[in-house]
């Protein structure tokens, strides 16, 4: 094994032998070491939101993944490899500066499946929603699909005022029939005031640099065919086996879905709305 | 009673009839592991092997779990270094298959070894001249390898994951899986030759001993071909099984459709270089040291049948099934082949393991048969119940197969 120790001989066998095999421990170990000090690193860096994201849209299904654009029309089909971050994507200013006249005429607001969808506000996939509010600061809410899904939250657990938040990170978590549902940031930026599903927002936040930066957001318009989407994925995956895939085609969704809905169903969905597998 | 634990969104039997599934398994084990401290305690008196059989049904098992389990590094080195992208819905199931094969296979040989707080000893001071060292260092390594490969997938759990510590570390050893893909590619190649190596440089057993390329005998690369051919077929078989059993589609048809294809075309290569080696080994060196080709196929249950079998029933046939259209396109077929297929290898590693030995080297030698003792087959069926119930709670609450929610959801 090494030079000194009994039957050890500075011969070509013990040489190209043991020397391979040191090389692959060396390599194993230094990969593994790399890994263990990359993640120590990671930590404290506080990346720990950015990675979880990364992580969790990594392990999203293709039909979760599909980008905005091809949600809108634009497109016919293409998955989202940015995280859903258009503000690195280079195709998304390509689509937008190509967008078509008739893409821009979409109607917004409204309701969409008997889901409340309010104009002058700002979409993230995962179904909260942004507004302007006094002081440059921003409302961030739970949009309506959402509303519906949590009802009354069982337990609230929201950042404290002056923590701060990073877009795609967690920005606030609710229980609910046992579950425990973590909810995305929209944007980046500071806790300046908490609220809650009675105030109709959840936290009002200063947004880094003062000037939001909105462009991974959905307009009311472009949320449209998105909350359809979602709809009917929700109604898909809350199907009964038996039955198989179907979808309703009228009446109004239930103020509060986790009381006629089993708690694994709720689980499952909240997994698929909030983004988080 | 363990939701907690489940993945969000995988649909996963009661707790009760998980435990009353895995409670047979767990009788199997324990008397298995009654067996293995029997040999341990009293020795190798507790097994039918003797001076004339050395290796038995242990060694056999070894080899052939070791065969199967190739599919997890070759389906690594075909995702992870050949980007074959289709192959991510599979590769965590392969990995724990092959985690449970190597572990398997190490168990049974520190029962067979003997002595396991001596382990130590092959290491410090190594026979750097044996194929046997070559393999034992290479299956520890790749072991641990395995072993490291399983870590993200079991960092994954739904609660594992919530401690940020181990979240951030799975997401730094995902990045950096292509090395331990190509070590992993490496250490097998060597070891699954050096397996079959062991049996070609047994001069003094001719129906083993084979010619080669400069020190590798041509069952050095007869074993790396087979092991590569067949372990994606048991990827499949496996993926397959798994899915009739817990009632869910895990993967995409063209997944299946994919790893027929990959172990039809190495079938073929195999089956191709089997009956080279056959002709030339049956033709040139048996008769070269002089043997009489005749004799090796003499002895019963052992007959020519046996070479047929190998070749053609379980080499040849599925190689045309996968490498079909018509073959592939149905599942029936594609199961039929991949049986088959993995049939063959065990075949190939029986008849190499026991064959040879039955076969007498000297003319005032009879032909001798070995049948296992009870502690060797309660030893080998705690391998398999050991890697029923590793898989079944892998399958449960970590995710094997990334598709399956969405294949449940229609």
Same mark, same amino acid.
């Given at each position: ?159 404290? #005022? !002056? *923590?701060? @938040? &990073?877009?795609? $990170? ?8 046992? +579950? %425990?549902? /973590?909810? =995305? ?57 038996? #039955? !198989? *895939?179907? @979808? &309703?085609?009228? $009446? ?8 006629? +809905? %089993?708690? /694994?169903? =709720? ?11 | ?410």
């Amino acid at each position: 094994m090494f030079p000194g120790i009994y039957g050890f001989a500075w011969d070509a066998g013990h040489i190209i032998f043991l020397g391979v095999f040191y090389t692959v421990v060396a390599v194993v170990v230094t990969t593994l070491v790399r890994a263990a000090v990359r993640a120590r690193a990671d930590v404290k860096a506080g990346r720990i939101e950015e990675l979880r994201w990364h992580a969790a849209f990594a392990e999203l299904p293709s039909s979760s993944r599909r980008c905005r654009h091809e949600l809108s029309g634009e497109v016919a089909d293409r998955a989202c490899e940015n995280r859903f971050d258009c503000r690195d994507c280079a195709a998304h200013a390509e689509f937008v500066a190509k967008r078509s006249a008739a893409v821009r005429a979409l109607p917004g607001g409204q309701t969409v499946a008997g889901f409340e969808l309010p104009a002058g506000r700002l979409y993230h996939r995962g179904h909260t929603w942004v507004a302007e509010a006094p002081g440059g600061t921003l409302w961030v809410g739970l949009d309506d699909l959402g509303a519906h899904l949590v009802g009354a939250p069982d337990e609230l657990d929201l950042p404290p #005022v !002056g *923590a701060r @938040l &990073a877009g795609n $990170g967690t920005a606030w978590r609710v229980r609910k029939n046992g +579950i %425990s549902i /973590r909810v =995305l940031a929209p944007v980046d930026g500071e806790v300046v005031a908490v609220g809650g599903p009675d105030l109709g927002w959840y936290l009002r936040i200063l947004p880094d640099g003062g000037e939001p930066d909105v462009r991974n957001l959905l307009s009311a318009a472009e949320a449209r065919p998105w909350l359809l989407r979602e709809v009917e994925r929700m109604q898909i995956a809350l199907a009964d086996e038996a #039955v !198989g *895939a179907a @979808l &309703a085609d009228g $009446g109004a969704p239930v103020e509060d879905l986790s009381k006629v +809905i %089993s708690p /694994r169903e =709720l689980d499952e969905v909240c997994g698929m709305v909030f983004l988080e597998p | 009673m363990d939701d907690a634990l489940i993945l969000r969104g995988a649909r996963r039997c009661s707790a009760g009839k998980f435990l009353a599934w895995l409670a047979p398994w767990a009788a199997l084990l324990g008397v298995g592991g009654f067996a293995i401290l029997q040999c341990l305690v009293r020795g190798l008196n507790q097994t039918n092997m003797d001076n004339r059989f050395a290796f038995g049904l242990w060694i056999f098992l070894d080899l052939t779990v070791i065969a199967l389990g190739a599919g997890a590094f070759f389906t690594g080195f075909l995702l992870y270094i050949l980007r074959r992208e289709e192959l991510r819905a599979v590769i965590n199931s392969a990995v724990v298959i092959g985690f449970i094969c190597y572990s398997g296979a190490i168990l049974v040989l520190m029962v067979d070894v003997g002595q396991p707080l001596r382990a130590w000893f092959t290491f410090w001071h190594p026979n750097v001249h044996s194929m046997l060292t070559e393999v034992t260092f290479c299956i520890t390594c790749y072991l641990t390898v395995l072993a490291i490969e399983y870590l993200p997938i079991l960092l994954k759990n739904r609660q594992l994951r919530k401690i940020p510590s181990f979240l951030v570390f799975e997401f730094e050893l995902h990045k950096v899986m292509p090395v331990f893909a190509a070590v992993g590619a490496f250490l097998s190649f060597f070891h699954q030759g050096s397996l079959g190596g062991l049996y070609g440089v047994l001069r003094g057993r001719p129906f083993a001993f084979r010619e080669g390329i400069s020190i590798w005998p041509s069952t050095f690369f007869l074993f790396i071909v087979s092991a590569v051919a067949t372990g994606p077929a048991f990827v499949l078989l496996t993926t397959w099984l798994v899915s009739k059993l817990s009632g869910k589609r895990l993967v995409k048809p063209e997944v299946f459709e994919l790893l027929g294809r990959i172990s039809g075309w190495l079938l073929v290569f195999y089956v191709g270089l089997k009956s080279l080696d056959t002709l030339v080994w049956l033709n040139r060196t048996a008769p070269g040291v002089g043997a009489n080709p005749g004799q090796f196929f003499a002895a019963q249950p052992f007959g020519i049948w046996m070479l047929f079998v190998e070749i053609v029933l379980f080499g040849a046939a599925p190689a045309l099934i996968f490498l079909s259209r018509r073959g592939r396109a149905g599942t029936g077929w594609l199961l039929a082949a991949s049986f088959l297929a993995c049939a063959g290898v065990a075949t190939n590693r029986l008849v190499m393991t026991i064959q040879t030995l039955v076969v007498p080297t000297l003319k005032f030698e009879p032909y001798a048969l070995y049948w296992p003792s009870w502690q060797e087959v309660a030893t080998f069926l705690a391998v398999i119940a050991y890697g029923v119930i590793l898989y079944s709670l892998s399958f449960r609450y970590l995710r094997l197969f990334p598709q399956e929610r969405e294949l449940q959801r229609g």
